[in-house]
Nanobody, 120 residues
Framework: QVQLAESGGGSVQAGGSLRLSCVAS???????MAWFRQVPGKEREKVAA???????LYTDSVKGRFTISQDSATNTLYLHMTDLQPEDSAMYYC???????????????WGQGTQVTVSS
């Protein structure tokens, strides 16, 4: 059973940076991975995704500021966020799928989330 555990959220001022981590366990093959975020009352939004071939996808609002990466040796997915803005405040979730998340497939596994709060 695949399990995902996020960490690294916190409170920062606008213009600051954070790095989120997601440790995956129980994976017996390579998965496509992604970061989503959600604020209360809104739909969950895909922020960034990386497929097993290394292809990445970013939502327009984070292009040039966020970078998704992974360390296969430690089964860890990262989201490096720079120049954070108040509109980036949300609960951030790690997600996994055997199908390409850059092509819109839905994740099969979710983490519990980590909160990011950006103050102006």
């Amino acid at each position: 059973q695949v399990q995902l555990a996020e960490s690294g959220g916190g409170s920062v001022q606008a213009g600051g940076s954070l790095r989120l981590s997601c440790v995956a366990s129980g994976m017996t093959m390579k998965y496509c991975m992604a970061w989503f975020r959600q604020v209360p009352g809104k739909e969950r939004e895909k922020v960034a995704a990386v497929d097993t071939d290394g292809h990445t996808l970013y939502t327009d609002s984070v292009k040039g500021r966020f970078t998704i990466s992974q360390d296969s040796a430690t089964n860890t997915l990262y989201l490096h966020m720079t120049d954070l803005q108040p509109e980036d405040s949300a609960m951030y979730y790690c997600a996994a799928s055997l199908f390409p998340l850059t092509l819109g497939y839905a994740p099969s596994t979710w983490g519990q989330g980590t909160q990011v709060t950006v103050s102006s």
